[in-house]
């Protein structure tokens, strides 16, 4: 295989520029509004996961809620890419490329076109609190290893959700989240940090 990974085309768009043998963060959201938080959520992966880049995923929209009222991909992108500040974070919207917004089947997609790049799916705690009701979210964690990343008022109810006490087994010490990209799924560990309050929902409620 050539040594570069970079995936062809999905429709309309597609992923950044990937390497075998990297190791990429891939964090998923409609982003809307992107804030803080999130932000703060993929410099810590970046670091303590000791990834190349981390690609910050804007989705076209979340099968679990209603997309009444969400701003379009490209407004939401550029409110993004203006939080990114360390440049192997790269922002995309590729996924709307493929037509769906499921994460398995994003990942499926990655994984396959990709098979020389070790992909870390990379969340904050309020989503390891709702995973369980993700489609295929067993099969998820079955095909890439996991980041989950403490959020305000998440931690407890994240670790006592039914996705995680279901991977407890599979959860590693934080000491070692910087071997997690080269470990073989199912794998995850859940990540200390400064907290940011900042939230999607509030901002909205404040607009």
Do not use: C
Not at 32 to 39: D, L, M, Q, S, V
Not at 174 to 185: H, K, N, S, T
């Amino acid at each position: 295989m050539d040594e570069s990974a970079q995936s062809p085309s999905f429709g309309s768009s597609m992923p950044p520029l990937a390497y075998a043998g990297q190791r990429i963060g891939v964090m998923g959201g409609t982003f809307n509004p992107p804030h803080e938080g999130h932000a703060l959520v993929a410099t810590t992966a970046l670091r303590r996961l000791k990834l190349d880049q981390l690609w910050w995923m804007v989705t076209p929209g979340n099968p679990l809620k209603s997309g009444n009222g969400l701003p379009p991909l490209a407004e939401r992108l550029a409110a993004s890419r203006r939080l990114v500040t360390d440049p192997r974070i790269a922002v995309t919207g590729f996924e709307e490329g493929l037509g769906q917004s499921y994460t398995y089947a994003t990942l499926t997609h990655l994984t396959g076109r990709m098979p020389g790049v070790h992909f870390v799916w990379v969340m904050g705690a309020d989503n390891l609190a709702s995973f369980h009701r993700w489609r295929r979210w067993r099969e998820i964690a079955e095909l890439v290893p996991i980041a989950v990343v403490d959020r305000p008022g998440w931690r407890f109810r994240a670790l006592a959700s039914p996705a995680a006490v279901r991977l407890m087994p599979f959860r590693i010490p934080e000491m070692a989240a910087g071997r997690l990209a080269m470990m073989r799924p199912p794998a995850w560990v859940f990540l200390s940090t400064r907290l940011s309050g900042a939230s999607s929902t509030a901002l909205r409620g404040a607009v």
